[in-house]
C-alpha cells in the first residue's frame, strides 16, 4: 500500500513537469508554423522546409517537404557528394599516351591550369622533356554549355563554357586602367574591340571570341568574360603558355595509357561551396564522368550517380547539370535534407564544416545569418525569383539538424526571402 501511495506521489510530482514539457514542446512548434504559415510572409509564395533530428534521425518539422523546388545553386550538394563518393584525394589532370619525344593528351575536366583561385599544377615541368604535344578530345561527350542555361548569360562569368581541359578557367580577363583596356591571355589581344553601343561592361559576341567594351559607359576596372571553347582554341592558349606547339589531332584514347595527377580535391570542394563557383562544379562532374566511363559526358555520369548512390531518396531529383545554373533541375525538400544526411555521416565533422560556407563567417553567407557563435553551415542557391538554403543548423541547446528550406516563384527581391528566411532560423536555432 505505501508502494502504491510512493508511486501516486512521483506521478503527481512529475505530472505537472511532464505537462509543462509537452506544452513547451507544442508551443515551439506553434511559434514555427505562425513564422512559416499562409498569413506570414511565406503564404505569398512556394515555400517548402525540412528540419531533421540528425541524432534522433527523426523529422521535427516539415512543410510542402514533398513538393519539387528548383534548387539554383543547393544543386552543387549533389555534385559535391558525388565528388567526395567517387574520386580520390587529388585531381586527376590528365590522361597521356608518350612515344619517344612526342606525347598524345586528353583532358579530364580537371580545371586548375592557370585558374587563379586554385593551386596550380606542374605542368612545364612535365612537357619540358617532349617536343611535340598531341591535344585530343575524342574522349569529350558533352556540350559546352549545360540543358536549360540560359542563353543571354553567355557573357557572364557565372556562365564560363564546361570543357575537357580548360585553361585560364575559360574566361577572358579585361582590364580597365583609366580608360586604357587590354586583355588577357594575349591571343585575345586583337580581338577586343570598341564599340559605340552604350555597354555598362565587356561583353562578347555570341558566336565569336570578339569582345566589346565601350570607354565613355565602361568603368569597370576589371571584367572576366568567358570565350568560346574549342580544341584548336585549347591548343593555341596552351602553346602559347608552354612555350612549344600543341596540336589537336583526333586520337581515340587507348586502353593502355597514364595519368598525371594534379591537385588536392579539398582546395576545389572548397572554393565551389564557400563561392558557390559554377565552372568548377560543372568541370568537377566532368571529372567523375571522366573517372567512371573514361570519357566526359554528364548525362551519363548523373543516371549513374542516381542510380548506385541517391536510388534511396524520398523523391527521384530531376538533376541536370553540375552547378544548378539550370531551371530544369528539379528537388524536393526531404530529398535534399536526405542527401544532406548522407554528406553528414560519410564525411569527418571538421572537414564538412569547414568546407561549407559559415553564417557571418565567409563565403556566400559572409553577409548574412550573423551570430556571436556561428550557427548556420550551409549551401545557397539563388537565381532569379528562386532563393534556397540547405545544410546545417546548431541550436542554442546543442543540437544539429539537416534542414532545407526552399522558396520558389516570389515577385520580390532576394533579399527580402533572406531577411524573412533569417528569422524562421534564428527562432529554431533558439527553440529547439
Known sequence: MARKHCLLFFLLLVSPLFLFGQSTVSERYKGLDQLLDEDSF??????????????????????????????????????FFAGY???????????????????TIWGTGDPSWKYEVLPQPELEGFFKKFDKIYFSDENWKDTPMGYG????????SYAAERSPFPIYGNLAKV??????FSISP?????????????????????????????????????SKVPFLTSPEIFSLL???????????????????????????????????????????AEQLLLMISDQIFKELDITQTIDFLKKNFLSDLPDEPQWVDGSGLSRHNLITPRSMVALIEKIYRVMPDNLLFDLLPRGGVNGTLENSYKSSSPYIFAKTGTMSNNHALAGFIKTDSG?????????????????????????????IRDNF
Open 42 to 79: 511565406f503564404g505569398n509564395h512556394l515555400t517548402g522546409v525540412m528540419l531533421y533530428d540528425l541524432d534522433e534521425q527523426t523529422v521535427q518539422y516539415e512543410k510542402n517537404s514533398h513538393l519539387y523546388f528548383i534548387p539554383a545553386s543547393t544543386t552543387k550538394l549533389f555534385t
Open 186 to 222: 594575349g591571343y585575345f589581344e586583337n580581338k577586343l574591340k570598341p564599340t559605340n553601343r552604350p555597354l555598362k561592361k565587356v561583353e562578347r559576341d555570341p558566336h565569336t571570341n570578339l569582345f566589346y567594351y565601350n570607354p565613355s559607359t565602361c568603368t569597370l576596372r576589371e
Open 149 to 156: 542555361w540560359q542563353w543571354d548569360d553567355y557573357y557572364y
Open 399 to 427: 543540437k544539429l539538424y539537416a534542414f532545407a528550406f526552399m522558396n520558389n516563384n516570389y515577385p520580390y527581391k532576394a533579399t527580402q526571402v533572406r531577411k524573412e528566411m533569417e528569422k524562421v532560423l534564428q527562432y
Open 238 to 280: 596552351a602553346s602559347q603558355e608552354l612555350g612549344k606547339e600543341v596540336i589537336p589531332v583526333k586520337k581515340v584514347l587507348p586502353e593502355e595509357h597514364y595519368i598525371l595527377k594534379g591537385i588536392p580535391l579539398r582546395a576545389l570542394y572548397k572554393e565551389m561551396l564557400q563561392e558557390s563557383d559554377n565552372f568548377l
Open 175 to 180: 582590364k580597365n586602367i583609366r580608360q586604357n
Open 85 to 103: 563518393v567517387v574520386l580520390n584525394d587529388s585531381t586527376s589532370l590528365f590522361r597521356y599516351v608518350p612515344n619517344g619525344n612526342e606525347v
